[in-house]
């Protein structure tokens, strides 16, 4: 299972080529839209958000409302193209600088610079076109039609906002249904109805101050088999391949398994989870501290991952930084920015980190077709119970 992106955030829409999903998926349309427009919402976002509102379109590997094993071809319609037509056209244009937009002043915290210098652009809106968040559109789309694949197994995600800056969220212990539905009704995808409004005033005073702020967000995996991923091949382990997903996702700054770096604290006797038996259930674990992984591998707990959200770059706030015409410095003042995209940036994790389940799913029971990726499964699962 792989996938590619293209486009930019202001050209005339995204585009993504899944390649190895099997035949006979049925894909439901409006979870696959319900998705990208959680992607959208979110405390703290501004005037784009409500401009945008994203579909896909599914434009080649589906028809009758099911996959038919050929790469699923998506487009996700940037809607305010119809203003950058021609800023965005492809072919050459005649005009100023200013009627180009050319950005020449380098925003600290963004790609635009190193990405100017390596891709020697001279006009630096080149770089930021296609390092913009705007991409995590398409890997939702991804990500999502890989959750309805694990969903015809039985398998949850759900995601949650842990810290917006000073403010954290209370752990909570809620079913992951629960847990799903309380998130979706939450500005911050959070549970407690506090933190949520102090979540809120606290965006409202890093606006008011022109700043921007970043956070922590979860995301919970239930319904997996033991043995997804494998401790054979470094490039096989699971847990690192999310760890690598997770750090792909524009502004992430860190990533954590389970209890993660806390792990470093404590003693053995208080990180491994022990092994229990039962007939009814097979094998289980008392606690899941290490979130699920074990010789990167699954081991039948929920899948708890954690990843880490700079503040955005842009800001109203001035910083200091070099126009690449005159080499003089200059502060950067910005015409309009998202203070926080934390509640978004929860939605990229999970769609982020079901992608990479389904990747190893497939290859651990991989099939060409639905219903024999669904014979191979229910085999495995014989062979773990009757282990
Ligand atoms: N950066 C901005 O400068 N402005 C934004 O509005 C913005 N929105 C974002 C929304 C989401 C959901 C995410 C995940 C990130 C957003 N970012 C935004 C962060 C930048 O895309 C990111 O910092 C930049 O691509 C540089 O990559 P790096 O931070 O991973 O090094």
């Not at 700079?310 to 998202?338: G, W």
Request: glycine share 10%; aromatic share 6%; charged share 25%.
């Amino acid at each position: 299972l792989r996938y590619l992106t293209a486009g930019e955030t202001h050209g005339p829409q995204l585009t993504a080529i899944i390649e190895g999903l099997p035949s006979n998926l049925t894909l439901d349309f409006e979870e696959l839209n319900f998705q990208l427009q959680r992607r959208q919402k979110g405390y703290g976002r501004g005037r784009r958000m409500q401009i945008e509102k994203d579909t896909a379109q599914i434009v080649g590997g589906v028809r009758h409302g099911y996959t038919t094993g050929a790469p699923v071809a998506l487009v996700v319609e940037n809607k305010d193209w119809t203003h950058w037509k021609n800023i965005m056209n492809i072919e050459p244009i005649p005009g100023s600088d200013e009627e180009k937009r050319r950005v020449n002043r380098p925003r600290p915290g963004h790609a635009d610079l190193n990405g100017g210098l390596k891709y020697n652009h001279t006009d630096l809106r080149n770089v930021l076109e296609r390092s913009s968040a705007r991409e995590t559109a398409a890997r939702v789309a991804c990500g999502a039609v890989a959750r309805q694949l694990l969903a015809a197994f039985g398998v949850k995600v759900a995601g949650q906002v842990i810290r917006i800056g000073e403010i954290e969220a209370p752990a909570n212990d809620l079913p992951i249904e629960e847990l799903i539905e309380r998130t979706e009704q939450s500005s911050v995808r959070v549970v407690d109805k506090e933190t949520e409004q102090k979540m809120e005033a606290y965006i409202d005073q890093i606006k008011e101050e022109g700043d921007s702020i970043g956070g922590i967000v979860e995301c919970i995996v239930e319904g997996l088999p033991i043995g997804l991923g494998s401790y054979v091949q470094s490039d096989r382990k699971l847990d690192g391949a999310i760890a690598g997903a997770v750090m792909s996702i524009n502004a992430f700054k860190g990533v954590e398994i389970g209890i993660g770096f806390e792990a470093g604290k404590l003693r053995g006797s208080q990180v491994h989870d022990e092994i229990m038996y039962e007939a009814s259930k097979g094998y289980y674990r008392a606690s899941n501290r290490l979130g699920g992984f074990e010789g990167g591998m699954t081991n039948g707990m929920p899948v708890v991952v954690r990843g880490v959200m700079k503040p955005i770059p842009t800001l109203y706030k001035p910083l200091q930084s070099v126009d690449i015409d005159t080499k003089e410095p200059f502060t950067a003042q910005v015409e309009r920015s998202d203070a926080c995209a934390v509640p978004a940036a929860c939605v990229v994790l999970e769609n982020v980190v079901a992608w990479e389940i389904a990747k190893a799913f497939l290859d651990k029971f991989g099939g060409d077709s639905l219903e024999e990726i669904k014979a191979n499964y229910e085999n495995y699962l014989s062979q773990l119970e009757s282990y």
